[in-house]
């Protein structure tokens, strides 16, 4: 009688060999594929023996009878390019009035090191920036300016060279 080793649960005196695994040979799935590409084939050659000639040529060529008719552009009168050239085009012009000058502001600042510390990081970014300072019921603040922009689009052309270099959350609105 062979003893036992309760722990490891393995009888002593055995080798420690791993038993060899066996691959089997997937036989449903060589089975199933085989039907299944036979079963197309079989699909094909059904369509092809089983095929109305006439259709199969109607289906190659379907319009014989455009091929050999040409159709040419029929000519225009003189008098219709003689009235192209004298053919006038009146549009409506319409004025649009400038909003601007417009400023953008890239912070407001409780103290003035921190204005100028902004002013300078927009500085690094190749605009001139301006502090401001204003007092309210809130008490005195720094604002640092850009600007005055002709147009909105200008403003925005700055506000996104800012952002390029980590300054976001610049306002754009008219100048007071």
């Known amino acids: 009688m062979a003893q036992h080793d309760y722990i490891n649960k393995k ?5 420690k060999t791993k038993p ?3 691959t089997k040979f997937p036989v449903v799935a060589t089975i199933a594929a085989l039907l299944l590409i036979g079963g197309f084939a079989y699909g094909l050659w059904f369509i092809k023996t089983n095929a109305d000639p006439k259709e199969v040529e109607q289906a ?3 319009h014989p009878a455009q091929e050999q008719t040409v159709v040419k552009p029929k000519p225009r ?3 219709f390019i003689e009235e192209i050239k004298n053919h006038e085009i009146k549009v409506e012009v319409k004025e649009i009035k400038s909003k601007g000058p417009y400023q953008m502001q890239c912070g407001s600042f409780q103290t003035h090191a921190q204005a100028e510390a902004m002013k300078a990081k927009v500085a690094f970014a190749g605009l001139i920036a301006e502090i ?3 007092e309210g019921s809130n008490g005195v603040w720094y604002r640092v300016r850009l600007g005055p922009y002709d147009t909105k689009r200008l403003a925005e052309s700055d506000k996104n060279k800012l ?3 980590g300054i976001f959350g610049c306002g754009i609105w008219g100048w007071t």
């Open 11 to 15: 009888p002593k005196g055995k080798g």
């Open 20 to 22: 060899e695994k066996t």
């Open 60 to 62: 190659k060529n379907p």
């Open 77 to 79: 009168p003189p008098e």
């Open 132 to 134: 401001r300072r204003t």
């Open 163 to 165: 952002q390029r270099v």
